[in-house]
């Protein structure tokens, strides 16, 4: 993801280094490198500093002036929602495409060690979805967004239920 960003940057480059669209995608990039490197020292067991914690409490502050960093975005009501829907495979034979989607946010607890003791973090994560949709009738983010607020979603995968309380 860091590469697809470090790319749109390139592509976003001008004559200026103030162009805040370029800006915005190497500093996205580099917070994912960073956010990498990170996780990759906590798999080995490895300690962070007290300084890398810190970046990691104010790192999602950050990255949520993004958007706004990048201009005036032609968006909806359905875009400003974290439920969104794709079709990501059809199939002509059987009249039926497959859709993936984010439903409403849940909590996600996590055992974290933070200098040698264990901790239970808490944050937000997406939910997610797949299922098969006849051709005819795709779903749009807001007719997906209709669906959750009525609770006529489908079943989460199988595999979620290691990661999700139903």
């Known amino acids: 993801m ?5 790319t749109i940057a390139e592509f976003s ?8 669209i370029r800006n915005t995608y190497v500093y996205f990039a580099e917070t994912l490198d960073k956010l990498g490197a ?17 970046w990691l409490w104010d790192v999602s502050g950050k990255l949520s002036y993004m958007p706004r960093r990048l201009g005036d975005v032609i968006t909806s009501d359905a875009d400003e929602r974290m ?10 034979n059987t009249g039926q495409v497959l859709e993936e989607a984010s439903g409403n ?15 239970l973090a808490q944050g937000g994560t997406y939910t997610y979805y797949e299922f098969k ?3 005819s009738d795709r779903l749009t983010d807001e ?20 990661i999700f309380l139903h």
């Open 38 to 54: 990170l996780s990759l020292k906590q798999s080995r067991s490895e300690a962070l500093t007290p300084k890398e914690h810190e």
């Open 83 to 92: 439920a969104l829907i794709a079709d990501v495979h059809t199939d002509p």
């Open 133 to 135: 949709q006849p051709m």
């Open 143 to 162: 007719a997906w967004q209709e669906m959750l607020g009525k609770e006529q979603a489908p079943d989460m995968p199988d595999w979620t239920d290691v």
């Open 13 to 20: 480059a001008n004559e200026s280094h103030d162009n805040p």
């Open 105 to 119: 946010p849940t909590r996600i607890y996590v055992l974290a060690e933070i200098d040698g003791k264990p901790y």
């Open 2 to 6: 860091a590469e697809c960003a470090r």
